[in-house]
C-alpha cells in the first residue's frame, strides 16, 4: 500500500489520541522522549497507542541501554471494520478528507474492503532510541491486514515483546558508600558497599490488550567492584559481598571491598575511580515460554584519594 499512501503524503497519518506518524518523517512527532546518554537509555516507542508498559521497573530508575534485538515491527492496531470508521471520521481525518476527492476514495478501497473481514489492521511501530529504528520503520508497509490468528512476517511476537520490555527496565540507582569514607591508605582495608537498592526485585509489563502481554522481572543477584586501577596496585575482596556489600563493623572481618597497595598521588586528580555495579538477573513470563535475558547493569562511580603513610625511625 506504499504507494497508494505517498501520493497522499500531504496529510498525517493519525493514530489514537493525539499521537502523529507522519509517513515522510517517522521521527517527526511523538510523545516519547529520547535520551541522549547511552547508558541510561530504555525502549522509547514512537507510537504508544497500543502497547501498554506498566510496573514498578517502567521509567523510575536507571537504565543500562539494552537495545531490542529488532528495533521495528508491526503491531495489532484494529479491526476491519473499526480501522474504516476511523479513516472515514471527519473529526480526526480532516486534512485528509481536503484531498481531492478521487485520491480519497482510492486511499479508502482497502479499508472499505475489509470491513467485514475476519482479522486486524497491523501497524509499524519502532524504538527511536535504537540508532536503526527509523531506517528499519521507513522499510515497513504503513497498513497490513491480517487474518485472525495468524502473525505477519515482522509481526510483533511475546518475545519481541519480551524485550521491549527488558528495554524498558530500569533499576534504582543506588550510592557508594566507603569506610573510610574522605580518603585511604596504602594496605588500610576500604570498606564498600552500596545504598539506595530498595526493594530486590523490579517489573515491567508490556501487554498489547486482548492479544498478549510478557512481564520482566528483574531480581537483585549481587555487587561488583572495580577498583579503578590494576592488580598490582589494589586488591579487590569480594567475598562477603552479598547483595549490596558490607556496611563497616568496627572489628568486624574485612570481606568485601578494596584494598590499595599504591598512592593515588599519581592519578588523574591524585585520586582512583573506583566503581561498584549493581547487577540484577531478568526473566521473562506470560504468554510466552519462561527465558533469561540479559542481566541489567547499573554502575555507579565514586572517586577514592588514597594517601601513603610515612614514618620516620630515629635512633
Not at 16 to 34: F, V
Not at 163 to 178: D, F, K, N, Q
Not at 257 to 272: C, F, N
Amino acid at each position: 500500500m506504499k504507494p497508494l499512501i505517498s501520493a497522499m503524503t500531504a496529510g498525517l497519518l493519525m493514530f489514537g489520541n493525539g499521537l502523529h506518524l507522519d509517513p515522510t518523517n517517522p521521527g517527526g512527532q511523538s510523545e516519547a522522549t529520547i535520551r541522549q546518554d547511552d547508558l541510561n537509555t530504555t525502549v522509547e516507542l514512537a507510537a504508544t497507542e497500543w502497547i501498554n508498559i506498566s510496573g514498578d521497573g517502567a521509567g523510575s530508575g536507571k537504565g543500562d541501554g539494552y537495545r531490542v534485538p529488532r528495533p521495528c515491527w508491526y503491531e495489532p492496531a484494529r479491526s476491519g471494520e473499526d480501522m474504516y470508521r476511523f479513516m472515514t471520521d471527519p473529526r480526526t481525518n480532516a486534512r485528509r478528507a481536503a484531498i481531492d476527492e478521487e485520491s480519497r476514495l482510492e486511499f479508502l478501497k482497502p479499508f472499505e474492503e475489509k470491513r467485514d473481514a475476519d482479522g486486524f489492521w497491523w501497524v509499524p511501530n519502532y524504538d527511536q532510541n535504537h540508532p536503526d529504528g527509523a531506517a528499519c520503520w521507513g522499510d515497513l508497509e504503513l497498513f497490513v491486514f491480517v487474518p485472525t490468528g495468524t502473525t505477519p512476517p515482522s509481526g510483533i511476537t511475546p518475545e519481541q515483546l519480551a524485550h521491549i520490555a527488558r528495554g524498558s527496565l530500569t533499576v534504582p540507582e543506588h550510592t557508594v558508600s566507603l569506610n573510610p569514607d574522605a580518603k585511604s591508605f596504602v594496605n588500610l582495608p576500604t570498606w564498600v558497599w552500596a545504598e539506595g537498592l530498595g526493594d530486590t526485585t523490579r517489573t515491567v509489563t508490556a501487554t498489547i490488550p486482548g492479544f498478549m502481554s510478557v512481564t520482566v522481572t528483574a531480581t537483585l543477584e549481587s555487587i561488583t567492584i572495580d577498583p579503578g586501577t590494576t592488580k598490582d596496585r589494589a586488591e579487590t575482596n569480594v567475598s562477603g559481598c552479598g547483595t549490596t556489600g558490607k556496611p563497616y563493623v568496627r572489628g568486624g572481618e574485612f570481606s568485601c571491598g578494596v584494598r590499595y597497595l599504591r598512592s593515588s598521588i599519581d592519578q588523574p586528580g591524585s585520586k582512583y575511580t573506583l566503581g561498584v555495579t549493581s547487577v540484577w538477573s531478568t526473566q521473562a513470563t506470560g504468554d510466552v515460554a519462561p527465558f533469561q535475558l540479559a542481566p541489567v547493569e547499573v554502575e555507579i562511580t565514586r572517586d577514592v584519594e588514597v594517601g601513603e603513610i610515612q614514618s620516620n625511625i630515629r635512633p
